[in-house]
């Protein structure tokens, strides 16, 4: 494996993984009434939602990327620092608490719509307001298809489509549907870039990818054959070396790790255990025999 090739892969995976930030003009809203099948319910209105919560990372960064920062009236649990194209129109809008806020501090923000990528934000055990109780106060919400079991039955795989239906409906519900295809659009054309440039820069022969989420002592948690991680290596013309795990994550061991070709190790970069951190420690594990190989 060249630096050039390891540099080639890492430019495309930068490109994919920045997808959701690709900016169009919004169109103009409508308030005709809509309804959408999310997650076993039903998301009606009859207008556009006007003081809307977003409760993940990539729920806050897919509102900004529509352009619909004007009717969010609250953001939560960031993984990492909001993407530089979209800082500007995060730093107007409040963040109700670093992780998951508390169902008081959610109902206090007066929503008429709380949107999540992932289903522990309408998890009852966390003391959250669940979708069905959202419902019974006249709040609508959306979940990710990605985080819904009843969406996921209909794919084997995380798959682009998801994230397009994704965008295609939040653009629906805010009425902004010109500009979720607009951006739809836009992701189509860095996916085609990026597979050019893969072409381009890499060999006949695929990088083997690992994809490291985190490490301990209880082994290592890695991105499986079925999720985004899978997906993101596999448009960017690279093999994940554990694409056989018939799941989006798994915890593996040092030992299977260090049994597999890996050419390339992508880091997860968080606030809370950064890829630098992770680097370090890497030097002082078991890992530093496919770093010297």
């Known amino acids: 494996m ?19 930030a690709l900016l169009v003009a919004p169109a103009h809203a409508k308030d005709d009434p809509v309804i959408v099948a999310n997650g076993g319910l039903t998301v009606q209105s009859a207008s556009a939602p006007k003081r809307a919560i977003a409760m993940n990372q990539a729920a806050v960064e897919i509102m900004l990327a529509l352009g619909l920062e004007e009717q969010m009236v609250g953001t939560a649990f960031l993984d990492d620092k909001i993407l530089p194209e979209l800082a500007d129109a995060y730093q107007r809008i409040l963040v109700l608490a670093k992780k998951y806020p508390s169902k008081e501090i959610i109902l206090a923000a007066n929503p008429d719509f709380v949107y999540a990528s992932f289903f522990s934000a309408f998890s009852a055990k ?127 061991s040092q030992e299977q790790v260090i049994s597999r070709p890996v050419d390339l190790i992508v880091l997860i970069e968080a606030t809370w255990d950064t890829a630098n951190e992770k680097r370090k420690k890497l030097r002082m594990t078991l890992f530093m025999q496919i770093l010297t190989r």
């Open 2 to 20: 060249t630096a050039s090739r390891c540099r080639s892969f890492f430019l495309v995976c930068v490109a994919l993984a920045m997808m959701p």
């Open 126 to 252: 966390r003391g959250l307001p669940t979708r069905r109780e959202l419902a019974d106060m006249g709040i609508a919400s959306y979940l990710s298809p990605s985080a819904s079991p009843q969406e996921m039955k209909r794919y084997d795989r995380w798959q682009m489509d998801l994230l397009y239906k994704e965008i295609r409906e939040i653009g629906k519900i805010f009425r902004v549907d010109a500009t979720a295809a607009a951006l739809i659009a836009n992701i189509k054309s860095a996916i085609s870039r990026a597979a050019a440039i893969s072409a381009k820069k890499t060999s006949k022969q695929k990088l083997k990818i690992l994809w490291l989420d985190s490490f301990n002592a209880n082994g290592v948690y890695i991105g499986g054959g079925t999720g985004v991680p899978d997906e993101i290596i596999r448009l960017a013309g690279g093999e994940n070396t554990f694409s056989d795990i018939n799941d989006s994550w798994e915890i593996v």
